[in-house]
T-cell receptor, first 113, second 113 residues
Framework: GESVGLHLPTLSVQEGDNSIINCAYSNSASDYFIWYKQESGKGPQFIIDIRSNMDKRQGQRVTVLLNKTVKHLSLQIAATQPGDSAVYFCAENPMDSSYKLIFGSGTRLLVRP | NAGVTQTPKFRILKIGQSMTLQCTQDMNHNYMYWYRQDPGMGLKLIYY???????DKGEVPNGYNVSRSTTEDFPLRLELAAPSQTSVYFCASSYDKVTGELFFGEGSRLTVL
């Protein structure tokens, strides 16, 4: 079946360090992946996306890596800041579900000052 | 530009009561979605709409109804509230079908007692 999950439910990092948040997906036919950030009491906010024909995409301080061989997705945050503290979700768009994303359960990132 | 606006932000219902969660967006997006988020979980799609007059079920539609009479508005109706519907509800919109960014509202926290 289709599922998107995360290896680590909570990640604690020191301010200034790099953070890596991981995600596994099960549908090898999925062609599009998105990372969202959700701060406490707010709706999810788009961070970065990647299509299945790419293995890396960079944004501002963030990089998403896609390993289709092992069906693994990761979000790297450089020089983590206190404002990065949030829950991060990966989402998968299976090819047979054009109008809906499948979200993972989330990883909480805590940034220590 | 307000984006996606949801009301109310909080509501307590008794079992069997009915209510409507309002959602409006001012970005002229064709695609709109309702998700629910249970504690510590990812988002589950309830209903979605690809344009005015068109709606379809998502993963967890039972107990809910929607309508889309205009491009801007996508209300979610709970007819007979049950404790299982206690959750945080998020409305979202997107310009295109789900291969792009979803814009989320700030959520409506519903408690059914």
């Amino acid at each position: 079946g289709e599922s998107v999950g995360l290896h680590l439910p909570t990640l604690s990092v020191q301010e200034g360090d790099n953070s890596i948040i991981n995600c596994a997906y099960s549908n090898s036919a999925s062609d599009y992946f998105i990372w969202y950030k959700q701060e406490s009491g707010k709706g999810p906010q788009f961070i970065i996306d990647i299509r299945s024909n790419m293995d890396k995409r960079q944004g501002q301080r963030v990089t998403v890596l896609l390993n289709k061989t092992v069906k693994h997705l990761s979000l790297q945050i450089a020089a983590t800041q206190p404002g990065d503290s949030a829950v991060y979700f990966c989402a998968e768009n299976p090819m047979d579900s054009s109008y809906k994303l499948i979200f993972g359960s989330g990883t909480r990132l805590l940034v220590r000052p | 530009n307000a984006g996606v606006t949801q009301t109310p932000k909080f509501r307590i219902l008794k079992i069997g009561q009915s209510m409507t969660l309002q959602c409006t967006q001012d970005m002229n997006h064709n695609y709109m979605y309702w998700y629910r988020q249970d504690p510590g979980m990812g988002l589950k799609l309830i209903y979605y709409s690809v344009g005015a007059g068109i709606t379809d079920k998502g993963e967890v539609p039972n107990g809910y109804n929607v309508s889309r009479s205009t491009t801007e508005d996508f209300p979610l109706r709970l007819e007979l509230a049950a404790p299982s519907q206690t959750s945080v509800y998020f409305c979202a919109s997107s310009y295109d079908k789900v291969t792009g960014e979803l814009f989320f509202g700030e959520g409506s926290r519903l408690t059914v007692l």
